[in-house]
């Protein structure tokens, strides 16, 4: 198969590359940064540079494909996140309907099943309208969990203050995902044909984040890390002081509000997969080795 992905050589899109490439398809690899070029050929890919924010570009890109992977890069300096993301998710479908491609996986979010109230998985959610518009398009939507390495964000936090913590407290639930796991799932539905609309869910682990403090800390060599609820006027301004853009920390404090009251989950729960390979202990040993 001839398929073009996303998503540089991100978290997902670098060893979903890789499989594809050891099964056998032609992988074009899309990147805003020629810098990219090598690593990209390195893993037997083609590089293709340009912005997604281009539509001319990503329909020059997407034209041939027999199968393409979509994703929304991040945007800290976004203004208006949501906005930006229907943007790419606007031009995407542009691009998809001028190129003739049939078949996309779409990376989505847990919680895309809601219009408000999950800070940047808004923008997903609106991204899943917009391509269920393209007619004669099989789109498969993949809902992954919370990623394992949004922890790594936690660092300094711990260095520093001796906790972890957020807006949320000890005992909610947080289902969890790493992303080499989301990757094996794509490469698993890009692969054979599918019709329609649909959706597929992507997790690891169901943990508290009492246990996430304990297996990271247990890691790490401090057993004794504990897991602190801060409030959600905290949590903003720990995220300003920390240097986030006031756009992305407000966002990031309505998706702890989502974890805090359970919404995030509640689609998840009514469609709940098999979970996949790596624990929560797993991880811990990597966020370990790069602490």
């Given at each position: 198969?001839?398929?073009?992905?996303?998503?540089?050589?991100?978290?997902?899109?670098?060893?979903?590359?890789?499989?594809?490439?050891?099964?056998?398809?032609?992988?074009?690899?899309?990147?805003?940064?020629?810098?990219?070029?090598?690593?990209?050929?390195?893993?037997?890919?083609?590089?293709?540079?340009?912005?997604?924010?281009?539509?001319?570009?990503?329909?020059?890109?997407?034209?041939?494909?027999?199968?393409?992977?979509?994703?929304?890069?991040?945007?800290?300096?976004?203004?208006?996140?949501?906005?930006?993301?229907?943007?790419?998710?606007?031009?995407?479908?542009?691009?998809?309907?001028?190129?003739?491609?049939?078949?996309?996986?779409?990376?989505?979010?847990?919680?895309?099943?809601?219009?408000?109230?999950?800070?940047?998985?808004?923008?997903?959610?609106?991204?899943?309208q917009i391509f269920n518009e393209l007619e004669g398009v099989s789109i498969k939507h993949m809902r992954p969990a919370y990623f394992y390495v949004n922890l790594y964000g936690s660092a300094d936090m711990i260095r520093h203050g001796g906790i972890i913590g957020g807006n949320y407290g000890e005992t909610a639930p947080l289902v969890l995902v790493h992303p080499k796991d989301i990757a094996l799932a794509i490469a698993g539905e890009i692969q054979q044909p599918f019709t329609g609309k649909s959706i597929r869910y992507v997790a690891s682990d169901v943990r508290t984040p009492a246990e996430v403090a304990t297996a990271l800390g247990t890691a790490i060599g401090k057993p004794d890390l504990k897991w602190v609820e801060f409030t959600d006027e905290q949590a903003y301004d720990g995220m300003i002081q920390a240097g986030l853009p006031a756009e992305l920390a407000k966002n990031y404090v309505e998706m702890g509000t989502a974890i805090r009251n359970g919404i995030l989950w509640e689609d998840f729960k009514v469609n709940q997969p098999e979970f996949s390979a790596i624990k929560l202990e797993d991880f811990a040993k990597e966020f370990a080795a790069a602490f």
């Open positions: 198969m001839k398929i073009t992905i996303t998503g540089s050589l991100g978290n997902i899109s670098k060893p979903l590359a890789q499989t594809l490439v050891d099964a056998g398809h032609q992988v074009t690899v899309i990147s805003s940064s020629a810098d990219k070029v090598k690593a990209i050929e390195d893993l037997g890919a083609t590089a293709t540079i340009g912005s997604v924010e281009d539509t001319d570009f990503l329909t020059k890109a997407f034209t041939g494909a027999d199968a393409i992977y979509t994703m929304c890069p991040p945007n800290n300096a976004a203004a208006d996140f949501r906005s930006f993301m229907n943007t790419v998710g606007q031009n995407y479908a542009a691009a998809i309907r001028a190129s003739g491609v049939k078949q996309v996986v779409n990376l989505s979010s847990i919680g895309a099943h809601l219009t408000e109230g999950t800070g940047p998985i808004k923008g997903l959610h609106d991204v899943e």
